[in-house]
């Protein structure tokens, strides 16, 4: 039994290693649940903005790499108010940062672009 479990170990232990160096180096990530997927859908597709979106960032002086940095890949969507059935294009309400959150951000997801149309400031 002993002899065994250390021809089992003997090949795990590299098998992991390699896999996970493979995994490591294409920058995949593993995390299944709805908000992750949500934003590492968002975070591929093209960005366009809503012209009240645009005035929104210059007023709070939001660069558009902060905007895609933080306050989308740190966000939580609120799926309590997005509508995620809407076909072709699910509209969410993101929430920045997760506790006490400062911004809402709407937008909608299509097939090859995420149109953001609106940005609040909350207190």
Request: some cysteine.
């Amino acid at each position: 039994m002993l002899k065994k479990l250390k021809f089992y170990a003997i090949g795990l232990v590299p098998g992991l290693l390699i896999v996970f160096f493979i995994l490591n180096q294409k920058g995949t990530s593993c995390s299944y649940f709805p908000n992750d997927r949500v934003i590492a859908e968002t975070l591929t597709k093209d960005f366009t903005y809503s012209p009240t979106f645009k005035t929104e960032m210059e007023l709070n002086k939001i660069s558009e790499q902060f905007l895609k940095d933080s306050i989308i890949a740190k966000g939580e969507i609120d799926f309590d108010r997005s509508k995620p059935q809407n076909e072709p294009c699910p509209e969410y309400l993101l929430i920045y940062p997760k506790k006490n959150p400062k911004f809402e951000v709407n937008y909608s997801k299509c097939k090859e672009k995420a149109e953001f149309t609106s940005l609040k400031k909350l207190k």
